[in-house]
């Protein structure tokens, strides 16, 4: 008796474990991103530029940042990721030993951008003259990695006021 309970549970445990397992394999994976942490204005700005975000960018669907977080956004595979609230670049700061006056900056869609090449991994770009600063890291695979920010442009100018 005791064998046909063992032997009815396995038959009812297997189908359970399968269901469990094409599940997870059905679920798309998280991205991990670094969550900075913006306070007081800036952290406002970044929640209201998080309901902004389009679905997609530059034709790739918005995915989940791992932690999930007002102040992060990834889209695509490998993923672009967005950071709102961190810290100003140090190519911007007078005295830092990175400070470049001269770092290459460009408007794109009426937001400016601060570029920086980040090896053969792509770019990185970070907004400039706008209260918060928002960091986007675009992979080399979408050159050119620019063309992401056109998408990321209106929320920009909606929720992060322009100034210094």
């Known amino acids: 008796m005791l064998g046909r309970v063992i032997s009815s549970s396995r038959r009812l445990l297997v189908p359970a474990l399968l269901t469990v397992a094409f599940a997870a394999v059905g679920c798309s994976s998280s991205v991990p991103v670094t969550a ?14 998080h309901e902004e975000l389009p679905r997609t960018v530059n034709g790739l669907e918005r995915g989940t940042a ?30 830092s030993e990175h400070y470049n006056p001269g770092a290459d900056a460009a408007e794109v869609n009426g937001v400016e951008w601060l570029f920086e090449k980040q090896g053969d991994e792509g ?35 909606k929720t992060v006021p322009a100034g210094v």
């Open 66 to 95: 791992d932690p999930v977080s007002d102040f992060t956004a990834v889209w695509g595979d490998p993923a672009v990721r967005l950071r709102c609230g961190v810290v100003k670049p140090a190519v911007l700061k007078p005295g």
């Open 36 to 49: 900075p942490s913006p306070e007081g204005a800036s952290a406002r700005q970044c929640r209201a530029l």
């Open 123 to 157: 770019y990185r770009f970070t907004t400039v003259l706008r209260k918060t600063y928002v960091e986007v890291s675009v992979p080399a695979k979408y050159a050119p990695e620019v063309d992401v920010l056109t998408d990321l442009a209106d929320a920009v100018k």
